[in-house]
């Protein structure tokens, strides 16, 4: 097991940018493929982005293409997800994935979820 936590969310006018972070402890971080999945109210989560343990490839969904940038750094354990050019369809809150399958399933392992809110 992987424990996961996030942190970074907030609240951003709209053409903002934040910068996620996933700290690992427990189990190997380095050894994860890991993944970035959100939550909108009333909607399924779904999945954002990911990174294979070796930092490459990566794999994004169409919607966050060019805005969105997940990068790991394996000697702090920790993930990363850059937002830029926010939009209001960008509020959920977003979830930190360990063990990803086949650049787009989540595995196990989940954080507690940090928001992101974004305003017109």
């Known amino acids: 097991q992987v424990q996961l936590v996030e942190s970074g969310g907030g609240l951003v006018q709209a053409g903002g940018s934040l910068r996620l972070s996933c700290t690992a402890s427990?189990?190997?971080?380095?050894?994860?493929?890991m993944g970035w999945f959100r939550q909108a109210p009333g909607k399924e989560r779904i999945f954002v982005a990911s990174?294979?343990?070796?930092?490459?490839?990566?794999n994004y969904v169409d919607s966050v293409k060019s805005r969105f940038t997940i990068s790991r750094d394996n000697a702090k354990n920790t993930l990363y997800l850059q937002m830029n050019s926010l939009t209001p369809e960008d509020t959920a809150i977003y979830y930190c994935?360990?063990?990803?399958?086949?650049?787009?399933?989540?595995?196990?392992?989940w954080g507690q979820g940090t928001q992101v809110t974004v305003s017109s």
């Open positions: 427990g189990r190997s971080f380095s050894g994860y493929n």
């Open positions: 990174i294979s343990w070796r930092g490459e490839p990566t």
């Open positions: 994935n360990a063990g990803v399958l086949a650049g787009t399933r989540p595995g196990p392992n």
